[in-house]
């Protein structure tokens, strides 16, 4: 599997220590740094954002450090067709929230403090 280099949020980086293979400089409120498993981890750093709070569209493709639009947008679509994540219009936005079985995948690959 060929490492990819991808940008993670500091909070995020912090827990997923097994994915990542070298931390390159940190970019704001962002590592970037070499992974592996990518797909993996761009799928957690997905529900890791929306785990604290539903988020609309932009708030989540901002936070999430995916910079291919396209890329997001298939991994949204995973999360949803795959039960991870709730879609809920509100008004003119729409919300994205977590499932309970969201949380579930998003805590077997977090790191405990035990």
Do not use: W
């Not at 990819?4 to 500091?10: A, M």
């Not at 604290?52 to 396209?70: A, E, G, H, Q, W």
Request: aromatic residues 12%; contains cysteine.
């Amino acid at each position: 599997m060929k490492a990819r280099l991808t940008y993670i949020p500091l909070e995020v980086a912090d827990q997923l220590g097994s994915f990542i293979i070298q931390r390159d400089a940190q970019v704001m409120d962002a590592v970037k740094a070499r992974a592996k498993d990518f797909s993996t981890l761009t799928l957690i750093k997905l529900l890791y954002q929306v785990s604290c709070r539903p988020m609309t569209f932009t708030d989540l493709y901002m936070s999430s450090k995916i910079r291919m639009k396209r890329s997001f947008l298939n991994y949204l679509h995973l999360c949803i067709d795959y039960n991870f994540l709730n879609r809920e219009p509100f008004g003119d936005s729409v919300y994205y929230s977590i499932t309970e079985r969201g949380r579930v995948m998003l805590g077997l690959f977090l790191q405990k403090d035990n």
